[in-house]
């Protein structure tokens, strides 16, 4: 039986659907691939209205999972169907719509079909009631931004020390309009239970030495309100390609789209934060 036959069968024993649905695998070779963020391969099913049934693949040539739940969510992908992903990948997955069915083995067809036919199970686990659980493990964070940072051309170093709390990261970098230096305090999350106390911290530490602060989580509603709440700008990792350095013309000093303190001539081009 070909594969597309067998899913139409599977999905006139018990479904119509009237929306489209996303469905992807994480394969290697024919099989589920034994991990999320290592996995280099999706495939792709789309199953429309009328049980209308398409194919693609996606190769994936960054690491970790940060790029992979990028791929997906820009993607549109409704379900993902995998064997092992750690929590916050799957709850960050979640939070974008994407629902999880975890612990799949054998071949990435049978997996399909299993799915289809409502033998597996979706984890939901995921509860939105706070904004700590959305979030990546702190030192993937940090990699994740010094990747970005430094291919727009930043300069960054670490804080270390225990007085630097909750900053992560300085990135500096020469102003195109007046020369001088350009100071922006970086806070990738995770260092306290409490979100909300750690972005009125990390507003009071920095609102004199820096010229812009930053901080890295997950986009959420509640999370962009507290950020310009502080005026601090949010970045989102889910989001954001940190390998797309082409900056709009809005946007002098990417990836900062904010005010930026005391270089009022970019601050003309950019955008409010």
Known sequence: MNTEKHIKDELNSDMNLSEEIKIAITCFGDEVAPCFSATRLFRIWKIGPRNKITFSELNVDETGGLARIRLLKNSGINVLICNGIEGQERQLLQASGCHVVEN????????????????????????????IQLQPHN???????????????WSLDRANESDSYPIDLNAT????V???NVRVAICCGAHSYRVESEIQEFSHVTSREYNARVFVHNSTSNMIKKCQDYEVELLDPTSTDPNAV???KKEQLPPLKGRIKNHDKINIDQVEN
């Open 178 to 180: 007046c020369g001088k």
């Open 246 to 248: 082409h900056p709009t």
């Open 104 to 131: 799949a083995t054998g071949s990435a067809n049978d997996s399909l079909y299993e799915y289809l036919a409502g033998k597996m199970q979706i984890k939901s686990s995921y509860n939105n009631n706070g904004d």
């Open 173 to 176: 970098i020469q102003c195109p």
């Open 139 to 153: 030192s993937d964070l940090v990699d994740w931004t010094v990747n970005l940072f430094t291919n727009h051309g």
